[in-house]
């Protein structure tokens, strides 16, 4: 102690004299003043000081210092530094024996000696002060004071404020630190048993210090001592969090003071968060260059402040009350505006990811077992996310040092080694399922928040209701038993399974009763009602088989269960609807496996209990659009309707169907239960197989609970802070690439960026199986594709990472981390796309690089280091390549694999691809597999260099699935999912590629039809064969890809026939598409076998399903060879196409009587599309004459037929149009449904044939001999069968004729030999159709007036064959239908043939109602007829007319002669046609117009003439057929009465056209005829033909009476329609009279060539008529008492009841003798009789139905002469005519004697009429009468 004081007193001395010597002696003078008095103080106090006087000493001793600290000398200021540091040394002046004032005051005088040093020192003499204060702060004793400690912090903030040396800066922290440190020491040790209850005041003043220093900050916080009053306060906080104990700060006070003071000051100095200000390139680019600037300030402050959060984020951790505080201050740190403040700030919390016990620490559960509510980690990765945008190497060195330090915790906390056993327990309670430690979405916090708050309200409510009833504490017990949701769930399961039960059966017993009726009738659209009812049997018939399925032993035969329950529900439901499939099996079989889904789903989510017990969370499993949508979104061939499905919704959300079933939950599920598992899994919890899983469960370890929390929690840390993390480890990838050259790398690849990007790389791996450990499947998306994108460098841009460039191209060499990478995407990609469909792009991005490796290295290098061979066994090499370069501190990261190994490793990580495909098919459930199979086909669309590898290995995807077991939902579902994508390859342009596409889709086909069984009612096989129908119809199928097709059904068909089933379907529609070329020999075989063999596969199933296409696609093939064809003839393709429709129309008609089969399934479709009726149109476009000729028939008919009521009769019976003027649709369409019934066959054949014949009438070609022949043969094979003659007939009469109208009225209508065809081969059908089955057929007489019309238009047509043809057709018409024995539509043809007359007779007609009555005018009366010739027929063909004309105008000597002048015509000379144009009267005659009415060419008047003479042959025909006694019966006497009429109008109009003698020189003109033009050959044909008819009548009746009817002129009643009866024989009688009457007069008209004689002798007979024969007759008889008519009958029987009998020989010749001798005497009268010369003039008769006009035109003299030679020629004709018609009645000499003596009487009538008239006949008629009056009286 002497020794130290000593030392002090001589420094004093020392100062003393150093002052005397070189200071002023001012200074001097006060030295030594002062130094006096401190020695006079110090020597007598050595060893104690007196408190009382040491504060005395204290001011002179540092007032001492002051003055010597103001010299400016050094020496002296390093005696006065030492004289301090002496004094503390001293123990006089220590704290203990300092007292009262002058221990307060020395330290506050110490430091502000120092301090004034401090402002005249240099740099070094404030660091020596600065080790003074130093060594003051190392006494605990003085620092014990807390005013002391802040004089001394305060003295440390003036230095650094005053002074910029940093060791300076330096020292005042050493200084400040120990300082605090000594404080803290001594003052919190000495008050330990105080710190439960308050902290020290000291402390407190010290802290409250510290507080407002910060608080004041904000005042001087710009200015350099406020920055360094900062940073000492800083380091002060710091020190006392480093220097205090656990208990002080885990105070309540302390606590306060911390969230109170330090940190909301530390915020306001960090300021507002700089909220991402770099969202754009820009800001980024601006950032990074902040970066580099070295003006930027020192990052002390932000050390500190880091520095601090850790030390409270080290000792609040687990304190719930303080995280919000740290995770504000965090968030202020990490959003500093400075980037380089925030990067140091992130590097300063390295310790914290660097250290798994931190981590557990901080983001672990509290004390009281709870997980925190705020995560700080999640704060730091997100500030690392937003700073790993800026591009620049520091950024993107520390940001990847940062993740990898906080992956390689992450790993080390899944041991679990680094956690507490509270911790342990915490996080297993807290967390029961790995999956429980996701974050919650926003959508689950809000249901959460609902589902609290109605709990919340359900308590409450059920608290009231107790607490009211005055029992509190059971409610509150109730209350908690009513929280056990589980228990109650299950409860209600129980109990509503009886409630379901019953409600399931009411709706089933309804639904039976609703379908009870109505089975046996034709079944109507399918009301909602129906929907309804099919949708409680099904859910009824499912119950049922689900209790059978539940007890199956493996999937494969519960599969097979719903199949064959949807094969059977489809045909019970075909059979209520009468055959109508309104479902199908696909649907039935879906929705089969959406409603368990549904109730799986369901039962998971104890939907069923929450129902039951009308919980309002009972939230339903599955939505009713998505329901439905999962039904009909399916991609599958689904015929359903939503009315159905969503019925069936309605129902499963009260009804559990498992439960119903019987099914009860157990821990082994059965197979039914893991089969619809296999679809999509228990959300992501089932990836896999349910067979797959069984066998993974068997391996699988249970985890330690340690590691098990261990994994949790990083589970739980890297979900909050994934993005963070995975920015982090890619934001040295981010700028790798320029975007302007793809091919140049932006960087400047370094090695220390080489580095950067290989621990990156590492980080990625390291990341990406971290997520799939923890399955954090969502995450590890953007890992696995950034790192496919970098490995992959034939995808993208290359950096020298991962490829090395070697001499040698041809040489494969790869870098060891592209490798690992590509690795690690493929060894967890199946795991990870399995819960992440985006990880599969991934996948692929690799795969297309090995492949394009594989196939540049492997299959095209010819200098390959491994041979395929040897890289079969390369599985090792991965490994190897981990081993050696993984850690290797000699790996350079630019060094790339030998070549040995590059191939090695090439062919371990193709090895490993192809187990991942293998795999994917059978490990992967329903959902993902198709996730997988969109994700190859998005890629095989995106990538056009490798499409067809990618297609090859999508098809064997999908083959692959389909062999591995799965059900044949899977197999459907995904060959759905992948045909689009092979499909829109094959509408690619690249020919290629689309024929590659069309082989990989026939290769599914062909597999999948051979390995899947199809039941009945599916329709899986139609809908494989859908895309090529498709595909045909797009556009871009070329010629070629549509051979391809067509060459892929035919193989097809050849392999798998029987397999093929509904495919038939889509096999026929594609086939519809199909555009086939006539040249393609091979091709139209191929078709053609094609039809050949469904033709011929004798399957009734296939042909209900899919007959119908194949005639449609028959149709259109047809159609086809008709567009393609430039001829007439038929290419070998359409008359394929026919000969099959022929074939497929004789099947359906066999199908249709076949019992068993159950009809085609398009059968409403068919009646929909089933063509409109269509009508013949019955008006003629000649109507206006046909018209004129029937009211000219019917004014003769009046003046013929005797009888008012039989003329009404008569008209009524053939004038009148019995039918309507259009058919009856509705009649038409319901006889059309009877006869087709529910098999649809009919209306199919109907529609066929409608389109065939359509297309006639559409089509040049179309009309050809193939289709003529399959329509006729189509008709009649249907006609064969007696049920389908009515049907066969309609579809003539409302298709088939009408069409052929219409072609027959078009303006260049057809004549040809198929037409012709046509009209000869129909008529011949319609002649068997009448012959087979006359008397069943329903209205016959309208089908019969339809084909008579067609005929009479084509005798109107201009074309000579048809009209023969037609001329033709009639004749064979009526001569089959007369030889009928009915009566069945005799009189329709009766009047039809009278429509085929007036056709014949029109062209006639027009020109003769252009003259008036016995005309001689030559050009007309009433119109101006010209002669236009034109040159546009060969010479042949105008011989050919007028030989034809010849024919008909000419007498055959004239005939003969004429067509032998005409033999071996000049054939070089040019042929004329001519043609009669009748223009108005009114238009003068020599103006040339062409404002004709008419033009009749002279072939078509030459043509129906023809006609005409045919028809006589054919009315002879008819009449004469039912002249036998047997068929008498069979034709009326009113269409007998009819046919003469018809024949005597034929006479009629051929008369008055021989009367106009200047017509008949016009066509003799025409023609050049040498003789008088005339229809004498007509007359007498039809004269003959009506008189021989009418005497065959007479003669039938007489036959059959057995007597000699005496004619009688008495009144003639009705006609009665029994030609036997004595009213149809009297009728005749007088028919016959008037027609002998009307012969006489024309003929004695001929002969006196004047009408007056006609006249006289009527009224010479009006006057005087001489008694008749009959009425003498009478008259002998009355005398003899006998009335009436008297018959003479040869077997002595009258024929009337009342007349008496004539009997004996004597009384027969006398009255026959009697009627001679009398005939005899009028004869001589009249031979003797002069004939008056008077009576010769020519009066004109009056045409009866023309009125008379001008005269006829002057002739030249030689025209004139030619004409009255004419005239006089037609007159000996005519009376030839006229004569030869009475002969005709003469002419029974031929007949036996019994039938001349019938007709006697008949002839001597005619004798009679004959010799009435007061005419004198010629010597030869005279002569004749006489000859038959002799063999009268020579025969009685």
């Known amino acids: 102690m002497a020794a130290k004081t000593d030392l002090l007193e001589e420094i004093l001395r020392g100062i003393v004299r150093e002052v005397n010597q070189k200071g002023n002696p001012a200074e001097a003078h006060s030295v030594n003043k002062l130094a006096a008095d401190i020695f006079g103080y110090l020597q007598p106090r050595k060893d104690y000081f007196s408190g009382e006087i040491d504060f005395e000493c204290l001011q002179r001793i540092f007032q001492f210092l002051r003055v010597v600290f103001h010299t400016e000398q050094k020496k002296l200021q390093h005696l006065g530094i030492g004289c301090m540091q002496r004094l503390l040394e001293d123990e006089r002046f220590s704290p203990n024996n300092l007292t009262g004032e002058s221990r307060h005051s020395f330290p506050e005088m110490f430091v502000n000696a120092l301090a004034e040093l401090c402002l005249e020192g240099s740099d070094d003499t404030v660091v020596e002060i600065l080790r003074v204060s130093l060594q003051l702060a190392c006494q605990p004793l003085w ?53 439960d209850s308050v902290l020290p005041s000291d402390f407190q003043t010290v802290l409250t210090f510290f507080g407002d220093n910060l608080e004041n900050l904000q005042n001087f916080s710009d200015d350099i001592k406020g920055i360094e009053v900062l940073r000492t306060t800083l380091l002060s906080i710091y020190t006392i969090l480093r220097h205090t104990s656990k208990p002080i700060q885990h105070h309540p006070q302390f606590q306060e003071y911390v969230w109170r003071k330090i940190t909301p000051a530390l915020c306001h100095w960090l300021g507002k968060p700089a909220e991402m200000y770099m969202q754009s390139i820009a800001r980024h680019v601006q950032a990074a260059a902040g970066l580099t600037n070295t003006n930027d300030m020192e990052m002390i402050e932000i050390k500190l402040i880091a520095q601090i959060f850790v030390h409270l984020a080290r000792t609040y951790s687990r304190t719930d009350s303080m995280r919000c505080v740290l995770g504000s201050l965090l968030q202020r740190m990490a959003s500093v505006v400075s980037v380089r403040q925030r990067l140091y700030t992130l590097s300063n919390l390295i310790e914290v990811l660097d250290s798994p016990h931190f981590l557990a620490e901080l983001e672990g559960p509290n004390d009281h077992g709870f997980m925190p509510d705020t995560c700080l980690i999640a704060i730091v990765s997100e500030t690392l996310a937003k700073l790993a945008r800026i591009k620049h190497h520091e950024v993107e060195t520390v940001c990847t040092k940062l993740a990898l330090a906080f992956l390689t915790s992450l790993e080390h906390l899944m041991e679990g080694t680094d956690l507490a056993a509270d911790q342990v327990a915490g996080i297993n309670n807290a967390f029961a399922r790995l999956g429980d430690t996701s974050p919650p979405s926003v959508e689950q916090l809000e249901e959460q928040a609902e589902r609290l708050a109605t709990q919340y309200q359900l308590q409450t409510a059920q608290s009231l209701e107790e607490a009211g009833a005055g029992d509190l504490e059971n409610g509150r017990s109730r209350l908690e038993s009513v929280d056990s949701i589980d228990a109650v769930e299950e409860e209600g399961e129980r109990r509503g399974i009886v409630e379901a039960q019953t409600s399931l059966e009411e709706k089933t017993e309804k639904a039976e009763i609703r379908f009870g009726s109505g089975l046996e009738t034709i079944c109507p659209p399918r009301t909602e009602h129906d929907e309804i009812d099919s949708a409680a049997r099904f859910l009824s018939q499912l119950t049922v088989s689900v209790r059978g399925m539940i007890s199956k032993i493996s999937t494969v035969e519960v599969d097979e269960a719903m199949q064959q329950f949807a094969s059977d529900f489809c045909e019970d439901e075909k059979n209520l ?42 939230v339903p499993p599955m939505p009713e659009k998505e329901f439905i949508s999962g039904v009909l979104g399916c991609g599958l061939l689904v015929y359903m309707s939503h009315a159905w499905i969503r019925e069936v919704h309605q129902t499963i959300l009260d009804v559990d169907i498992l439960s119903d079933a019987g099914y009860m939950l157990s821990e082994n599920e059965p197979p039914l239960i893991q089969t619809i598992r296999d679809i999509e899994g228990i959300g992501r919890d089932h990836p896999y197989l349910g067979d797959c899983v069984r066998l993974e469960s068997v391996t699988r370890r249970s985890l330690k609970p340690e590691r098990d929390a261990g994994t949790k929690l990083a589970r739980y840390l890297v979900g909050r802070c994934w993005k963070g993390l995975e920015m982090s480890l890619q934001s040295v990838f981010l700028d790798l690439f320029s975007r302007t050259k793809l091919l140049s790398i932006k960087k400047e690849l370094t090695e220390d960026v080489l580095q950067l990007m290989c621990s990156a790389l590492g980080g990625l791996q390291r990341y990406a199986d971290l997520c799939a450990r923890l399955h954090l499947f969502d995450l590890c998306s953007s890992a696995y594709a950034l790192l496919a994108r970098v490995c992959c460098s034939s995808l993208y841009p290359s950096p020298s990472l991962n490829t090395a460039v070697t001499p040698n191209p041809l ?58 061979r040897e890289l079969q066994d390369c599985s090792s090499t991965v490994a190897d390549i981990t081993t050696r370069y993984m850690g290797s501190a000699e790996t350079k990261p630019s060094e790339a694999l030998d070549v040995d190994h590059s191939y090695m490793a090439l062919g371990a990580l193709l090895n490993s691809l192809d187990q991942c495909f293998v795999e994917a098919t059978q490990k992967l459930n329903l959902t993902n597999l198709c996730n997988f199979i969109r994700t190859l086909g998005g890629v095989l669309l995106r990538v ?103 060459y892929s059904l035919c193989n097809l068909v050849e392999t798998s026939k029987s397999d093929i089933k509904s495919g038939w379907k889509s096999l026929f529609c594609t086939l519809r598409g199909i555009q086939i070329d006539s040249k393609s020999g091979s091709l139209l075989q191929a078709v053609s076998d094609v039809y050949e063999a469904y033709l011929n596969s004798d399957s009734i199933r296939i042909y209900t399903t899919s007959l119908w296409e194949c005639i449609q696609s028959l149709l259109k093939l047809y159609r086809t060879a008709l567009d393609s064809t ?117 209306m199919a054949v109907h529609i066929v044939v409608d389109g065939l014949i359509n297309g006639l009438s559409t089509s040049w070609s179309a009309v050809n001999s193939y289709a003529v022949e399959t329509i006729i043969e189509v008709l009649r094979n249907g006609a064969r069968q007696k049920q389908y003659t009515n049907f066969c007939l309609l579809i003539i009469s409302t298709s088939l004729v009408p069409v052929m109208q219409k072609m027959l009225r078009r303006k260049n209508s ?46 109107s047509c201009s074309h000579e064959a048809t009209v023969k043809l037609g001329s033709s057709c009639v004749r064979h018409l009526v001569t089959r239908m007369a030889d009928l024995p009915t009566t069945v539509c005799r009189e329709s043809m009766v009047r039809n043939l009278l429509k085929v007359v007036h056709v014949a007779f029109v062209p006639l007609q027009d020109l003769m109602s252009c003259y008036s009555y016995h005309s001689k005018s030559i050009y007309g009366d009433t119109a101006h007829i010209k002669i236009a010739v034109t040159n546009d027929s060969s010479f042949m063909e105008m011989q050919k007319m007028r030989q034809n004309a010849y024919q008909i105008f000419l007498t055959e000597p004239q005939r003969k002669n004429e067509l032998n002048a005409a033999i071996n015509p000049d054939t070089s000379a040019a042929g004329k046609s001519f043609a009669f144009l009748v223009y108005p009267s009114e238009l003068d005659y020599h103006v040339s117009s062409n404002l004709f009415l008419k033009r009749i060419p002279v072939d078509v008047l030459v043509n129906s003439l023809m006609c005409a003479f045919q028809t006589l042959n054919v009315l002879q025909y008819l009449l004469n057929s039912h002249t036998e006694p047997s068929r008498i019966k069979y034709l009326g006497s009113y269409e007998r009465l009819m046919l003469l009429c018809i024949i005597r109008h034929i006479y009629t109009l051929a008369c008055d056209f021989d009367n106009l003698s200047g017509l008949k020189f016009l066509i003799k003109r025409v023609f050049s005829s040498p003789y008088a033009i005339n229809l004498c050959q007509l007359v007498e044909t039809s004269g003959n033909l009506h008189t021989t008819e009418l005497i065959n009548i007479l003669l039938l009746q007489r036959k059959s009476s057995s007597g000699v009817a005496l004619f009688s002129d008495c009144p003639v009643l009705k006609l009665e329609d029994d030609m036997m009866s004595m009213e149809a024989m009297t009728f005749f009688e007088q028919y016959y009279i008037k027609w002998a009457e009307h012969l006489v007069q024309e003929y004695l008209a001929t002969v006196s060539n004047n009408d007056r ?6 009224a010479s007979k009006a006057e005087t008529t001489p008694t008749s024969i009959p009425e003498r007759l009478q008259e002998t008889e009355k005398s003899e008492g006998s009335p009436g008519l008297v018959e003479v009958t040869l077997s002595g029987t009258t024929a009337g009841g009342s007349a008496p009998e004539i009997t004996g020989v004597e009384t027969r010749k006398r009255v026959i003798l009697e009627i001679v001798e009398t005939i005899h005497r009028e004869m001589k009268t009249i031979s003797e009789r002069p004939l008056n010369s008077a009576d010769s003039g020519e009066v004109s008769r009056k045409n009866p139905f023309r009125e008379s006009v001008t005269s006829p035109l002057e002739l030249p003299s030689d025209v004139a002469v030619e004409l009255q030679t004419a005239i006089e020629e037609d007159v000996a004709i005519t009376i030839l005519a006229k004569r030869r018609l009475i002969y005709t009645v003469f002419e029974i000499a031929s007949l036996p004697d019994s039938e001349r003596v019938l007709l006697a009487v008949a002839v001597l009538r005619l004798c009679k009429i004959l010799l009435e008239y007061n005419c004198s006949p010629d010597d030869e008629m005279l002569g004749t009468i006489q000859k038959f009056l002799m063999w009268i009286k020579s025969r009685f």
């Open 143 to 195: 620092m014990q004071d807390p005013y002391a400690l802040m004089k001394i912090i305060m003295f440390c903030m003036q230095v650094c404020g005053l002074r910029r040396s940093v060791n300076v800066k330096t020292a005042a922290s050493a200084t400040n630190v120990q300082a605090v440190t000594s404080f803290c020491k001594t003052v919190l040790n000495n008050a330990n048993s105080a710190v």
């Open 577 to 618: 609807y009468n055959g109508i499939p309104y479902v199908n099996a696909d649907a039935v079989y879906v929705a089969t496996y959406q409603v368990l889904r549904f109730t799986v789903r369901g039962r998971d989510s104890r939907y069923y209990g929450r129902r039951l017990t009308k919980k309002s969370d009972a």
């Open 811 to 868: 040489l494969l060499r790869l870098h060891p981390w592209s490798v690992l990478s590509i690795d690690v995407v493929l060894r967890r990609s199946l795991e990870m796309g399995s819960h992440n469909p985006e990880c599969w792009k991934a996948f692929f991005t690799c795969y297309l690089y090995l492949h394009r490796l594989e196939t540049k290295y492997l299959m095209s290098s010819k200098s390959a280091s491994l041979t395929k």
């Open 944 to 1046: 056009d260099t490798e499409r067809i590898m990618l297609m090859e290995r999508l098809t064997n995807v999908v083959i692959l699935s389909s062999k591995c077991g799965r059900p044949l939902l899977h197999v459907m579902i995904v060959w759905a999912t992948a045909i689009p994508f092979l499909y829109q390859t094959a509408a690619s342009r690249t020919p290629v590629v689309s024929e590659k596409a069309v082989s990989n889709i026939h290769a599914l086909v062909a597999a999948l039809t051979s390995s899947v069984t199809e039941n009945q009612h599916f329709h899986f096989n139609e809908l494989q064969l859908k895309p090529y129908e498709s595909l045909v119809c797009t556009q871009v199928c070329s010629t070629e890809l549509q051979e391809l097709i067509v």
């Open 1126 to 1242: 430039t001829s007439d003839s038929l290419p070998l393709l359409g008359q394929n196409a026919l000969k099959y429709i022929g074939h497929s129309m004789q099947l359906m008609f066999s199908l249709h009587l076949m019992s068993d089969f159950p009809g085609l399934v398009e059968a409403a479709r068919i009646r929909a599309m089933l063509a409109p009726v269509q009508e013949i149109d019955f008006v003629l476009a000649i109507a206006s004459t046909t018209e004129m000729l029937e009211e000219h028939l019917l004014e003769q008919i009046y003046v013929w037929i005797p009888g008012e009521e039989t003329r009404s009769e008569i008209r009524t019976k053939f004038f009148t149009q019995k039918r309507s003027s259009s058919v009856d649709v509705e009649a038409v369409m319901e006889s059309m449904w009877q006869w087709n019934g529910k098999k649809g066959i009919l």
């Open 1310 to 1355: 057809r004549h040809d030999g198929p037409f012709q065809q046509l009209i000869g081969l129909l008529t011949e059908l319609v002649a068997d159709i009448f012959a087979a089955s006359a008397e069943d057929l329903a209205n016959a007489e309208y089908h019969l007036d339809v084909i008579f019309h067609f005929l009479a238009e084509c005798l």
């Open 1653 to 1658: 004689i006609i006249r006289r002798c009527a």
